[in-house]
């Protein structure tokens, strides 16, 4: 049974705690097989020693894109992961490293796309007045916060909002829907129809 998740952070990791929250409390079955990241000083990678799980620093210094790629598909192999998840990992993965888990990578940004793809959406989705954003879980491809859309959180904007308060109320709901979009493509219960991703009836066998 393919349960084995590989999450790549660059900073925070409050994604990822939220994942192993899930999965210490009995909502997620899965298990943590190893926290990568490319800083060294990456907060998140510390929380995972100390929740007594394995974190790795992979430097991608001096590194052509597909070099770092592959130790970190490596890195993955060796462990046996199943899914990869994205959680605040700040670079574009090549194509050798998608074709690597077809299907099989995850990502969470903090709007609603294909508004505000890439850095700083909270603040963009101020700054054009919308009214609601959020946050989308997307199958990774080899373009940026592009792939097919598995869940979306709305969060309305409030008028006194600062990128602080808006990204704070987007995070609460980030820190919901990864899970669960997780179960989802653990459980097998969505389809992945060129852009779309369908719910489909849960396998009995999972
Ligand atoms: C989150 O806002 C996530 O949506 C974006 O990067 C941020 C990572 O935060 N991709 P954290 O490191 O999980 O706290």
Sequence with gaps: MMRRLGILLSGRGSNFEAIADHIDRNELDAQIAVVIS????????????QRGLEATFIGSKGLPREEFDRRLVASLEERQVDLVCLAGFMRLLSPYFIKSFPHRILNIHPSL??????????????????????????????????????????????????EETLSARILAEEHKIYSKAIRLVLDNQIRVDGRHVVEVAANPGH
């Design 38 to 49: 490319n800083v060294s000083q990456a907060p998140g990678l510390e929380k995972a020693r």
């Design 113 to 162: 796309l294909p508004s505000f793809p890439g850095l700083n959406a909270q603040r963009q989705a101020l700054e054009y007045g919308v009214k609601y954003t959020g946050c989308t879980v997307h199958f990774v491809d080899e373009s940026l916060d592009s792939g097919p859309i598995i869940l979306q959180a709305v969060v309305p904007v409030l008028d006194t909002d600062t």
